[in-house]
């Protein structure tokens, strides 16, 4: 079977259900960004809700890089490692070297219904094959590793489920 190349792709929603404490930082400080910077393109207080904003005030949809700010010391602490996702063995192995930011809904008035969301996208990876929901993977920077003599390929690989909000990003097949 070709080697296919894949990129995963984790989407972390934060609200006010968060339980960790880095979750509630991010929400918290991303909150408060948001406060801050919805004045810029609200100065009429015209408008509560951040869906109200993109509607009546296109420019608002600045507001995601904006407060994004907020969120990008908390991604560093994570030492690009994936949050969330562990392999069988219930340790982290997926790493990431980009993200996306978005406010999904947040209001004016109430911290409540402050939702965001960070998309990571993996390094990445080779998909060697699948059992139920289960996929073997490794880094695909072992492609690069020469063989010589009789070595056969030997991959360090990892075993991950399949779950609700991690998918399938790109797929090549090598």
Same mark, same amino acid.
């Given at each position: 079977?070709?080697?296919?190349?894949?990129?995963?792709?984790?989407?972390?929603?934060?609200?006010?259900?968060?339980?960790?404490?880095?979750?509630?930082?991010?929400?918290?400080?991303?909150?408060?960004?948001?406060?801050?910077?919805?004045?810029?393109?609200?100065?009429?207080?015209?408008?509560? !809700? /951040?869906? %109200?904003?993109?509607?009546?005030?296109?420019? *608002?949809?600045?507001?995601?890089?904006?407060?994004?700010?907020? =969120?990008?010391?908390?991604?560093?602490?994570?030492?690009?490692?994936?949050?969330?996702?562990?392999?069988?063995?219930?340790?982290?192995?997926? !790493? /990431?070297? %980009?993200?996306?930011?978005?406010?999904?809904? *947040?209001?004016?008035?109430?911290?409540?219904?402050?939702?965001? =969301?960070?998309?990571?996208?993996?390094?990445?990876?080779?998909?060697?094959?699948?059992?139920?929901?289960?996929?073997?993977?490794s880094a695909a920077h072992?492609?690069?590793?020469?063989?010589?003599?009789?070595?056969?390929?030997?991959?360090?690989?990892?075993?991950?489920?399949?779950?609700?909000?991690?998918?399938?990003?790109?797929?090549?097949?090598?």
């Amino acid at each position: 079977m070709a080697n296919r190349i894949i990129t995963f792709c984790y989407r972390k929603i934060i609200d006010t259900h968060a339980e960790g404490a880095w979750e509630k930082m991010v929400f918290n400080d991303t909150y408060s960004e948001f406060l801050l910077q919805a004045q810029n393109f609200n100065p009429e207080k015209k408008h509560t !809700t /951040f869906s %109200s904003l993109l509607r009546y005030v296109p420019e *608002s949809v600045k507001l995601h890089y904006l407060v994004s700010a907020a =969120a990008v010391g908390y991604l560093q602490q994570l030492n690009e490692r994936v949050p969330d996702i562990l392999n069988i063995l219930g340790r982290q192995f997926l !790493t /990431f070297k %980009s993200f996306h930011f978005e406010i999904i809904n *947040s209001d004016l008035t109430t911290a409540a219904n402050h939702q965001v =969301a960070i998309n990571f996208y993996s390094e990445p990876m080779i998909w060697h094959d699948s059992a139920c929901n289960y996929m073997l993977v490794s880094a695909a920077h072992n492609l690069e590793l020469p063989v010589t003599g009789d070595e056969q390929e030997t991959y360090t690989t990892d075993m991950v489920q399949l779950q609700p909000f991690f998918t399938i990003q790109t797929l090549k097949k090598g």
